[in-house]
């Protein structure tokens, strides 16, 4: 896996899409979440928004609410826009958008909001130890 510093910040799903010219839906969105008050981190297709409540179902929480942005430094060390799905300072239960396998390489944000990395499903699911789920 090579990470790649661009040279400006790609902080959403469609502007990484756009730099890199794939589809928005091979970027793997770095989202952190309150889930019944302890963070989790949803690493989503960017072709998804999450709809938490059908998540915290899935998921079998009570409810999921956004996490704010001291919430998001807490949880990864990293900023809103440039969250890496791996490299936090503690394990984050972490759920894997099944909607990525579709995807032979998805990219996803490097911990910084200026740089990015190419990974396989199966790669990324095994470094980050999360559990499959289906995202809305």
Known sequence: MTVRQIDKPTPTAVSAAEY???E????ASSLVFLADGEPILVVTSGAHRVNTTALAGRIGVQAITRATPDD???ATGQVIGGVAPVGHPAPVRTYLDVALRDHDEVW???GIPASLFAIGYADLLRVTGATEVEVD
């Open 108 to 110: 996803a944000a490097a």
């Open 72 to 74: 998001v430094r807490a």
């Open 20 to 22: 890199l010219g794939c």
């Open 24 to 27: 928005v839906g091979a970027i």
